[in-house]
């Protein structure tokens, strides 16, 4: 057996639970995770779509084709009415995929904000690709500001239809994914001008280009933007409008309708939140997944790395050292936190979604702040652990081979599309306040996930250093104050919306980000609860490191209000490095438990058999295109000319 397969081997048998348990709870259900495996296998055995080991020497054009025949499998062979079966499958692939805005963010849309009878007309034609829309919202001079919007919907009562138009430069689309060249619709967000008056901002399902051609349609301009950081192969574009005629049957009518030559609004007026829920739910349950993929990459290429000497002269796997074993097992235990929340935040919106289309909003406001808060939070710890993966595989790390740059730079984005983070935590912040505020008098209407504030005095009385106390604590005193501040501060003459800007802003992203912590414990218990007894040891141990890490890192709030003195905190450190002295010999089996095939991994340092050198080695001599071609001519030229150098 090779050397490096026998490291992998050994630490396998060193597991002590059932990986096969623990994988069935990660995917929770066994039609999604026979989905899953059934696309892996699909995707390695397509030589069109299967990962491509020189992919990253690839121009922008070529990998963007590739896309769309990944596109043109996906409709053949996934069933992509069911964002369940295909959410899953788009960790698996070399860059983005084409058609996820279209059916993660305008269908959604269309339903929830569309009548039957709209959804009906354009609802089937998005599964037989004749419509493909972009969700265009975002213009270039305003993004998460939706209520000030620029492009404008004028509605025209001599002809019963609307005038788009986009009035300025700032106005233009821009930044939709598969506007660039994809989209032949695009659901556009306008100010509705009515007998001129603005009555807000409202979606509307437009054509863009010509069914026969794919060519812009006369009153309309749409393109690319070009490269960006990551996300190559995402075609995110611009849009902008000449004065464009769209019929009346363009605005999605379910709660706002022109009849009859009167305006009229129907149900909840924060409904627009809803279409927004099922793209953050992806945020959130599709991207700790990759988050997952460079986590077993740099624990397997920690146990075949070895570096430096014991006692009997033998090399130590690295992860045997604590120090990398302190990067990792953190993150490993936050990101099965996070991947059981974004398994609950499924079941949420999908309730949710049932609810609103009976015109029942009960449980609108809680859902958008629970996912605002989980979308937050998780895109940037996604993006923040697949660079501490990287580092932790050295210069390898740094290297497209190692699989984990690609997956750092097509998780970037997450931070600021799809609602920018901090405008996210403020958004939870007050719903959090909102809550405080009414539950003396109304506690019965106290969500199950925010009814910690039922409960305040027990909570500053209570003594325990039980670590999800502790964030309970945590999050409970951070609130308190903020509630406080802007209580005094009013009394000051300052306004609502100058003490939110100008006063406590800061405090106000921190008690979010205090929230999102404890809704992921309260999860990461729910599952331990009904998890098999074989795994439930281990669940807890990643639990208790996971809890334990959020209180190291954010420790102020319990050292001021006396709570924990400086030998707890001591303890705290002792007591992390025992979770990790007994994470350790599990660490294989916790990332393996993810079932990644080698192919959707896309390293040569994190292979299931091991052998990074002589994959490293492989790809630089035989699938490094640079090499197969030899030395351009540009270096013939240059090494054949005499230079004379100025001394």
């Known amino acids: 057996m090779h050397p490096t397969t026998q490291l992998l081997q050994e630490a396998r048998d060193r597991v002590t639970f059932p990986v096969q348990d623990l994988t069935k709870l990660i995917y929770g259900n066994e039609e999604i995770y026979e989905t899953f495996m059934n696309a892996q296998k699909i995707i390695a055995n397509e030589p069109s779509i299967r990962n491509h080991p020189d992919y990253h020497n690839w121009g922008r054009k070529e990998q963007i084709i590739k896309s769309y025949e990944k596109l043109r499998i996906m409709h053949q062979h996934f069933n992509l009415a069911n964002a369940a079966h295909w959410a899953p499958i788009l960790s698996l692939f070399q860059g983005t995929t084409p058609s996820a805005v279209s059916f993660g963010m305008t269908v959604p849309a269309l339903r929830f904000l569309g009548t039957d009878e709209q959804f009906n007309l354009w609802g089937p034609k998005f599964l037989t690709m004749e419509i493909v829309a972009a969700y265009a919202q975002t213009e270039i001079g305003h993004g998460s500001d939706v209520q000030n919007l620029e492009t404008t919907a004028t509605y025209d009562s001599q002809t019963n239809d609307f005038v788009l138009h986009t009035p300025s430069v700032s106005a233009v689309k821009f930044w939709p994914g598969e506007l660039g060249f994809l989209s032949n619709y695009a659901l556009v967000y306008a100010k509705l001008i009515f007998n001129g008056k603005n009555k807000g901002v409202h979606p509307f399902m437009v054509q863009i280009r010509d069914n026969s051609t794919h060519k812009p349609l006369k009153g309309v301009v749409v393109g690319d933007i070009g490269p960006k950081l990551g996300y190559s192969t995402k075609d995110n574009g611009f849009l902008a409008f000449e004065n464009y005629r769209i019929p009346l049957n363009s605005l999605l009518a379910r709660y706002v309708r022109i009849e009859n030559g009167q305006f009229s609004r129907h149900g909840n007026e924060k409904i627009s939140y809803a279409s927004m ?371």
């Open 277 to 647: 829920m099922v793209s953050r739910q992806l945020i959130i349950f599709i991207y700790p997944r990759m988050a997952a993929q460079s986590l077993t990459v740099a624990i397997r290429y920690s146990i075949t790395r070895q570096q430096f000497t014991n006692d009997k002269r033998e090399e130590n796997s690295v992860l045997e050292y604590q120090t990398q074993q302190d990067k990792l097992l953190p993150r490993l235990a936050t990101c099965y936190g996070m991947i059981f929340a974004g398994l609950r935040i499924m079941e949420l919106v999908d309730d949710n979604f049932h609810r609103v289309l009976k015109k029942d909003f009960s449980t609108l406001q809680q859902s958008h702040a629970i996912l605002s808060a989980l979308k937050a939070w998780s895109s940037q710890w996604v993006v923040d652990t697949a660079e501490w993966c990287r580092l932790s595989c050295g210069g390898h790390g740094y290297a497209h081979y190692s699989g984990i740059p690609a997956i750092y730079f097509d998780t970037a984005p997450n931070v600021t599309l799809e609602g920018e983070n901090q405008v996210m935590y403020l958004q939870v912040a007050r719903y959090l306040l909102k809550v405080l505020q009414y539950v003396d008098k109304y506690p019965e209407k106290v969500p199950f996930y925010f009814n910690f504030v039922l409960h305040v005095k027990e909570t500053l009385a209570n003594q325990s250093t039980d670590f999800g106390q502790l964030l309970k604590l945590t999050l409970t005193l951070q609130l308190i104050s903020v509630a406080k501040k802007v209580k005094d501060t009013m009394s000051t003459g300052k306004n609502f919306q100058q003490i939110w800007n100008e006063v406590v802003g800061v405090q106000l992203l921190s008690v979010a980000q205090r929230y999102a912590e404890y809704f992921t414990y309260l999860v990461f218990q729910e599952y331990i609860s009904s998890a098999n007894p074989s795994v439930k040891e281990v669940l807890q141990q990643l639990c208790d490191l996971y809890s334990l890490q959020v209180i190291l890192d954010n420790p102020n709030t319990l050292i001021e209000s006396g709570r924990i003195n400086v030998e707890q905190f001591k303890q705290f450190n002792e007591t992390k490095i025992e979770l990790l002295n007994k994470l350790k010999p599990q660490a294989l089996g916790l990332v393996e438990a993810f079932n990644f095939s080698d192919n959707a991994l896309r390293t040569c340092i994190g292979c299931h058999d091991g052998k990074p050198y002589e994959y490293i080695y492989e790809w630089a001599t035989k699938e490094n295109s640079v090499n197969i071609k030899g030395v351009p001519q540009a270096v013939n030229d240059l090494m054949g000319t005499k230079i004379k150098a100025r001394l």
